[in-house]
């Protein structure tokens, strides 16, 4: 059964440094969609990206964000400058079409900001 | 987006069937009612989905009543491995991209 994968499973960063996740989509999906949970919180939504260039964001998802898709298998997601606060899992999802509400999420990048 | 309320916790003996109930009394015509289950570390892993009356697939029931203010997920005969955190998620999904509003779920035990 296809699955979404990400890398690395656990990232560790210092505050202030740049980190880049990044998730594999299912191949014949066309919506790629990052979230993230804070430990003991619930799952927030922080973009969607279609065709090249993002679809919705969050208040989350500010500046100091970004998403690409540097070839036709790979999504990531830049956070430019980390911060104390960025530390939650973080899940990559993709959909087949925007027609559905199903989406299929990765495992998740822990990311923990020292 | 229509606000859902669901129970904080729930407990179950392994074998029983579960039913988790879900109020959305502000959902909207064309909002369709969605549900996820978390397991710890996961990521999300979609259930089922519906708009009215019953749907039924190979792992769970969703239960809509006419007026559609509220739904119920049954599991049946749970086991262990159903352990974990349930969400209730209602959107409409055919205006664009659809991007998933979770709450703060239903978490169940299943008790040996």
């Known amino acids: 059964e296809p699955e979404v994968t990400q890398t690395p499973s656990h990232q560790v960063t210092q505050m202030g440094q740049e980190v880049i996740l990044r998730c594999v989509p299912i191949?014949?999906?066309?919506?790629f969609y990052w979230y993230r949970q804070i430990l003991g919180q619930k799952v927030e939504f922080l973009v969607s990206?279609?065709?090249?260039?993002?679809?919705?964001k969050s208040e989350i998802f500010d500046d100091q964000f970004s998403v690409e898709r540097p070839d036709g298998s790979n999504f990531t997601l830049k956070i430019r400058s980390t911060k104390l606060e960025d530390s939650a899992m973080y899940f990559c999802?993709?959909?087949?079409?925007?027609?559905?509400?199903?989406?299929?999420f990765g495992p998740g990048t822990r990311l923990t900001v020292l | 987006l229509a606000k859902t309320t669901q129970p904080i916790s729930m407990d179950s003996y392994e074998g029983q069937e579960v039913n988790i109930t879900c109020s959305h009394n502000?959902?909207?015509?064309?909002?369709?009612i969605t549900w996820y289950q978390q397991f710890p570390s996961q990521g999300p892993r979609f259930i089922i989905q519906g708009y009215k009356t019953k749907v039924t697939n190979e792992v769970a029931s969703l239960f809509i009543p006419a007026d559609r203010k509220s739904s119920t997920l049954s599991l049946p005969r749970v086991s262990l491995s159903d352990t974990a955190v349930y969400y209730c998620?209602?959107?409409?999904?055919?205006?664009?991209?659809?991007?998933?509003?979770f709450g703060t779920g239903t978490r169940l035990t299943v008790i040996p």
């Open positions: 502000n959902i909207a015509t064309n909002d369709y």
């Open positions: 990206f279609y065709n090249n260039e993002i679809s919705e």
């Open positions: 998620l209602v959107g409409d999904f055919e205006t664009g991209a659809n991007n998933l509003f």
């Open positions: 999802a993709s959909s087949e079409d925007y027609r559905t509400n199903e989406q299929f």
């Open positions: 191949s014949n999906h066309l919506y």
